[in-house]
């Protein structure tokens, strides 16, 4: 700790492919969708977060919404450093201040992740007034969050289902010790029911209709406990061309999804059969963690159980476990620092 560090700010940050959370003071701060609004004329951005998702899928041409993460990575640069200014100047207590104070920041990176792209991570962050930047892998953060002390010679199992990615990794020691990084999560969750309610009902949705409906009555399985009532749904008919309404089940999404989710459940397959023995014995009593907005897909938990005769358990609160891991990092750097990637 040097002599100026009162000058400096420290904030604990999840850039994620759906949502960006910002946590200050221990508090979450920033919790918006990772969603930028550019007026093509100007070039200028005009809305970051949830006034540029409203915006989504109803603009005309001079507007342009652009989601800066794929996959979990940058892929526009420009936008995914301006949304993350505009985010920090919106922290209630930096706002008040005269200049942007120095950052001391904790990033979440996903653990499948190349050097250039982590450097580009890097450097974004340093571009927005990060003079001290750590970044951490995920399913860390994300282990942290829920709990579990990752430094412990004991295994532990933690699947975080984002947005854009699925991180499957095996914890033990305060390192991974076997991972896997699959490109199935939320999006494309969102992605087959739009094709699904093409070809099946020859409706037309929008990305934020089908995304609805997945929350609504999305599903993993047809064997659910407690099955959500049928959702009417509007959007436009292939044939006719006119708006239409029709009536769908959760059944029908269980099918839509079907594929997707046999992907996820293949993948932590094959990092359970990767585990060293010993550490398999550990996740045999713990069982699996679950963290991420994907994982909050009705019966997801107990068709994952089913495939591998585990246990598993959702994180408390699965959208804000890895914001809250990256937050317990910064607030113990010290005890982290090992694990943390400067
Ligand atoms: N109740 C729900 N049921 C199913 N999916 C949900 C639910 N709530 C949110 N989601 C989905 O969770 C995803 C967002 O999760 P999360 O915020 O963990 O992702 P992210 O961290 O931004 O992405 P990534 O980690 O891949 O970069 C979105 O696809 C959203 O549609
Ligand atoms: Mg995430």
């Known amino acids: 700790m040097g002599f100026f560090d009162f000058l400096i700010e420290e904030i604990a940050i999840d850039l994620g492919t759906a949502n960006t959370l910002i946590i200050h003071n221990d508090k979450v701060v920033v919790d918006s969708p990772s969603i930028v609004a550019r007026d093509r004329t100007s070039g200028k951005i005009t809305a970051v977060g949830k006034e540029a998702a409203m915006m989504q899928g109803k603009t005309h041409e001079n507007i342009k919404t652009i989601r800066p993460l794929k996959d979990g990575v940058i892929a526009d640069f420009d936008a995914s450093e301006k949304m993350l200014t505009m985010f920090i100047k919106e922290i209630p207590a930096l706002k008040k201040k005269l200049f942007t104070p120095a950052l001391r920041m904790v990033i979440c990176i996903p653990s499948g992740i190349t050097e250039v792209e982590m450097r580009a991570v890097k450097e974004s962050a340093e571009r927005v007034n990060g003079k001290e930047v750590y970044l951490i892998h995920e399913p860390m953060a994300a282990a942290i969050g829920i709990g579990v002390d990752i430094m412990q010679p004991k295994g532990n199992m933690i699947v975080d289902i984002g947005g854009g990615t699925t991180e499957i990794a095996v914890i033990a020691l305060g390192g991974i010790v076997c991972d896997k990084s699959v490109k199935i999560a939320g999006d494309v969750f969102t992605n087959d029911i739009v094709y699904y309610m093409r070809t099946q009902h020859n409706l037309y949705v929008g990305e934020r209709t089908a995304e609805k409906i997945k929350i609504q009555i999305g599903a993993a399985t047809e064997d659910l406990e407690v099955p959500p009532d049928e959702m009417s749904v509007q959007g436009r008919d292939l044939l006719t061309g ?73 994180a408390e609160d699965p959208l804000r476990a890895v914001v809250r891991g990256t937050g317990i990092c910064l607030k113990t750097l010290n005890r982290y620092k090992g694990i943390l990637i400067k």
């Open 242 to 314: 006119k708006p239409k309404q029709v009536n769908i089940s959760y059944r029908e999404i269980a099918k839509a999804l079907d594929k997707s989710i046999l992907r996820i459940e293949d993948a932590v397959m094959e990092t359970l059969s990767q585990t060293p023995p010993e550490l398999a014995a550990d996740i045999y009593n713990t069982g699996i963690y679950l963290a991420g907005g994907g994982s909050m897909l009705r019966g997801l938990d107990k068709r994952l159980s089913q495939k591998t005769d585990l246990p598993v358990y959702i």
